[in-house]
């Protein structure tokens, strides 16, 4: 059996939020602690270097000349992180979603679907053209 219930919009935008809460604290979990362990240490230098050159972000944690935490992405890579997983959900839901196009009883008065013309009485729901409107408002 399938499900002809319109799709919701929150389930989508929860899903992102959900998403991206879990790349937040995969890829930026580690860097965080290493940080947070680099900058409260009791004795010796910390520090935390970033850079940007070429498309390439690098980050590097280092500790009493010891490297904590090293790592580095392209940007298109960053990009594919954060925008390609909730991109392909928002295209399955609007694949999945059923389409606004389909013909909808007038909300005028129910006695007129057996009356006239079967396609009188029915409309599409975006294309509510003046026209129309003051068809089925007179009949009402």
């Given amino acids: 059996m399938t499900d002809n219930r319109p799709r919701s919009i929150r389930g989508l935008v929860a899903s992102w939020v959900v998403y991206w809460t879990g790349l937040a604290a995969v890829k930026l ?11 409260h240490v009791a004795h010796g230098t910390s520090s935390v270097n970033g850079s940007f050159s070429n ?17 580095s992405a392209h940007l298109l890579t960053i990009a594919a992180w954060v925008a390609g997983p ?20 007038s909300p005028a008065d129910p006695a007129q679907l057996s009356s006239g013309n079967a ?13 129309h409107v003051r068809k089925v408002t007179k009949r009402s």
Avoid at 29 to 39: E, N
Avoid at 120 to 131: I, K, L, S, V
Wanted: net charge positive.
């Fill in 29 to 39: 979990g580690p860097l965080a602690l290493a940080i947070w362990r680099a900058t």
């Fill in 55 to 71: 498309f390439v972000v690098s980050v590097t944690v280092v500790s009493n000349a010891h490297t904590m935490y090293s790592a």
């Fill in 86 to 105: 909730p991109l392909a959900a928002w295209a399955a839901w609007a694949i999945a979603r059923p389409s606004g196009r389909r013909l909808a009883a």
């Fill in 119 to 131: 396609y009188d009485n029915y409309r599409t729901a975006p294309d509510r053209t003046e026209a």
